[in-house]
């Protein structure tokens, strides 16, 4: 089920399981996808989180043929990173995405069935 020559990254440094609660993961589901403008990598989504939206920047523009296909999908993002601004946008949190930092295609890290937005993980 993958690439026989994949080698994983190394295990990161152990953190306490106060570290790891501090991280608020949340499933929300992406409203909409747009461009933004002079950014060759970088989309803006909106985000339902029940009872918010947010917007969330994502270097995923080069990743999909059709980034909008994601539109009505539930994933999950990290919501209680400051707010960061590029490209003149603000980005109010990060999409949770597996495969990027291993030079794989990214994927969406998504819940196996619906769950309500907002629902946290962990």
């Not at 969406?108 to 907002?118: I, M, Q, S």
Request: proline share 7%; glycine share 10%.
């Amino acid at each position: 089920m993958g690439d026989p020559n994949f080698k994983p990254a190394s295990v990161k440094p152990v953190i306490s399981f106060a570290d790891l609660d501090r991280i608020d993961i949340r499933v929300g589901t992406i409203v909409s996808v747009d461009e933004v403008s002079g950014s060759d990598k970088l989309l803006k989504l909106t985000v339902d989180f029940g009872d918010h939206r947010r917007s969330i920047l994502a270097g995923m523009k080069k990743e999909r043929e059709d980034a909008r296909e994601i539109i009505g999908r539930q994933a999950l993002f990290v919501i209680n990173l400051e707010p960061k601004k590029m490209m003149g946008e603000v980005s109010e949190g990060m999409l949770f995405d597996i495969g990027f930092a291993d030079g794989v295609t990214p994927a969406l890290a998504v819940p196996e069935r619906p769950v309500p937005n907002g629902t946290r993980a962990g």
